[in-house]
């Protein structure tokens, strides 16, 4: 599995601590930034490079950290076919995979630990979307987004 990574200024320890992690466990993981915490970011740059990537299909996922997750998760879900989810806890991590079918995950480095976060990364990078009913949803979602997700023009 490949995973992207990205961070804003906010939340640079944390994704750290996470490419470690994913290291680790054998995980082929690339930073798209940012590359320390001194120098305020904009997340959405970065959200925005992660996101891309996956629906370009160079990555098979991504994760993104900011101070709560909120700033990250709100702008890679304005790109169509992201399935961007804010989790800070194993329950929504598991949710977030077997019923959303998520695609990034979110997280803050001001609300849990690194130990927490590991966790998190761990449920939801093991956990498979479990389809039935919740195909579904998804199919509904990828409607709205051709509805309110149109080019001028088309």
């Not at 994704?15 to 054998?26: A, I, M, Q, T």
């Not at 991504?62 to 169509?80: D, W």
């Amino acid at each position: 599995m490949k995973i992207v990574v990205g961070s804003d200024h906010a939340g640079f320890h944390l994704k750290e601590e996470v490419k470690k992690f994913l290291s680790k466990s054998g995980i082929e993981v690339e930073d798209f930034g940012t590359f320390n915490s001194e120098d305020p970011v904009d997340y959405p740059d970065y959200a925005l490079k992660v996101a891309k990537s996956i629906t370009e299909n160079k990555f098979e996922r991504g994760i993104l950290i900011c101070g709560t997750g909120q700033g990250m998760a709100i702008s890679a879900n304005k790109v169509p076919g992201i399935r961007a989810t804010v989790c800070h806890d194993v329950l929504s991590a598991n949710f977030a995979r077997s019923h959303n079918d998520s695609n990034i995950l979110t997280m803050g480095e001001r609300i849990i630990t690194p130990l927490l976060a590991k966790e998190i990364v761990r449920i939801w990078l093991e956990t498979p979307f479990s389809a039935g009913r919740h195909l579904r949803r998804l199919e509904k979602i990828h409607k709205i987004e051709e509805e309110y997700f149109k080019v001028p023009g088309k």
